[in-house]
């Protein structure tokens, strides 16, 4: 707030919502990428960075907003917080010493147990339904919802089975697990077609099979995405087949830096671990980095 007149303040508002507005109980809240603005009786404004903020600590199911504080004046800005998975004892081999490749081997060891993936439309149909509406699907990279019935055309037109590591580069269950596999409109899976993942800024964004824009973006050679939790879920597709099937994550990305960077920067939303639930009660096996995301950093980052 440095060149104004403090005296003349007469309100602040958040003008710029934090990176991170979904939590899991017992995180504490991080301000990042939050504004605070200032707003004067000589119609200026300006940035505040000496706020406080409360709560400070954990954050509980009760805690939907966030209060910021600066001199006698307040606003808030709302959050959600939810209950974490319990998986029970899924992961009771998992000790907190396994890193790199012990860790890898672990897991694999786990999530390998009966599994039984299909192709089956009804499996993508329930593990991408829509959370605010059952009669709908949620698009993996769109993030547009369609009805479950609008099966792609042959106009290639509505929704198809997205493979999140294209399907060319594997073979047997890899083929056909969910966990690997999003309901996709279905000309956006055209254009990702077998490009690896990549950050992009470059614009037209990719349209969908209606003619609308989505938040993705190619180049012809890479795909992104775009700026949300889909750049987290295939980054955590893309460990989970590392783990279960050996493939590499650079048969996927440009970097496994850019893979970490996605999985770090979208962690897991209550829509992965619905899917987790999900899969998991039809297939029988879990994906680790929903349960557990700081799996990753004990697996790459060591």
């Known amino acids: 707030s440095c060149g104004v007149d403090e005296s003349t303040l007469s309100k602040i508002a958040v003008t710029k919502a934090p990176t991170k507005t979904s939590y899991v109980v017992g995180d504490t809240f991080d301000p990042s990428g939050m504004e605070v603005t200032g707003y004067y009786s000589n119609n200026k404004t300006a940035l505040i960075s000496n706020y406080t903020y409360s709560p400070t600590e954990k954050l ?131 254009t990702r077609s077998n490009d690896r993942m990549a950050e992009l800024s470059i614009s037209p964004n990719v349209k969908d099979s209606y003619g609308n824009l989505t938040p993705c973006k190619s180049n012809g050679d890479f795909f992104d995405p775009g700026d949300t939790i889909a750049r987290g879920m295939v980054a955590r597709a893309t460990m989970y087949g590392y783990v279960l099937y050996g493939i590499s994550p650079t048969m996927n990305f440009d970097s496994i ?33 929903v349960d557990h995301p700081e799996y990753a950093e004990r697996i790459w980052e060591n």
Request: hydrophobic share 30%; with cysteine.
């Open 60 to 190: 509980t199911t009760a805690d939907k907003t966030i209060t910021i504080s600066y001199k006698d004046f307040t606003c808030t800005t709302k959050i959600s917080v939810r209950t974490a998975p319990d998986p029970g004892d899924y992961y009771n081999t998992i000790t907190d010493d396994m890193k790199g490749s012990t860790l890898k081997n672990a897991l694999q060891a786990i999530i390998k147990k009966n599994i039984q993936v299909s192709y089956d439309w009804s499996r993508y149909e329930k593990a991408d339904e829509d959370l605010n509406n059952a009669s709908n699907i949620t698009t993996i990279y769109a993030r547009t919802s369609l009805s479950k019935s609008a099966h792609v055309s042959s106009k290639n037109v509505g929704w198809n089975r997205e493979h999140s590591i294209p399907q060319s580069k594997i073979s047997g269950n890899a083929a056909s697990d969910n966990h690997l596999i999003f309901a996709s409109d279905a000309k956006v899976n055209g």
């Open 257 to 289: 830096n850019t893979m970490l960077k996605w999985h770090n920067q979208y962690p897991p939303e209550e829509i992965d671990e619905v899917r987790n639930e999900r899969v998991f009660a039809n297939q029988k096996n879990r994906n680790p980095f």
